[in-house]
């Protein structure tokens, strides 16, 4: 089945290290300018998604103790969804500070997204979805 976000090895161990200190995540993906266009991650319930907004998908970080499920849902606008519908999207992080109110931001880290167009065969597999 084709997923349409998945994280790097690196940005899932900056995730769990955050989750230890925070609890449960999630991202959110929006539009705009400046760190609008970054991924936002939050604890759970900090950012309220409406109708909106779009559930991407879900990470598998693996469970922890403060985080029986190790699920961090993926949202994103859903004017933004309009536009990137047609991309796969890769969470991934990088050295330096981004602005905003991601947890991330006191590590030195920042998330980024990394984009591919789906191939012919995922966009069918997403249509038939």
């Known amino acids: ?18 989750r230890d200190d925070h609890g449960p995540l999630m991202f959110h993906q929006s539009g705009g300018c400046c760190d609008g266009s970054a991924p936002m991650c939050f604890t759970q319930g900090m950012f309220l998604t409406g109708p909106s907004d ?31 519908s047609h991309t796969h999207l890769t969470i991934d992080v990088v050295a330096g ?5 991601s947890l991330e931001g006191p590590t030195g880290n920042r998330f980024i997204i990394r984009s591919r167009v789906f191939t012919d065969t995922e966009a069918a597999e997403l249509a038939d979805a």
């Not at 089945?1 to 955050?18: D, K, Q, S, Y």
């Not at 998908?57 to 859903?78: M, Q, T």
């Not at 500070?97 to 109110?101: I, P, Q, T, V, Y």
């Open 1 to 18: 089945m084709t997923e349409r976000v998945a994280i790097t090895p690196a940005a899932a161990a900056l995730l769990r290290g955050l």
């Open 54 to 84: 779009v559930r991407l998908g879900d990470l598998d970080i693996g469970a922890s103790p403060n985080d029986s499920a190790g699920i961090v849902p993926v949202w994103i606008s859903r004017e933004q969804f309009a536009y990137w």
């Open 97 to 101: 500070r981004g602005a905003g109110f």
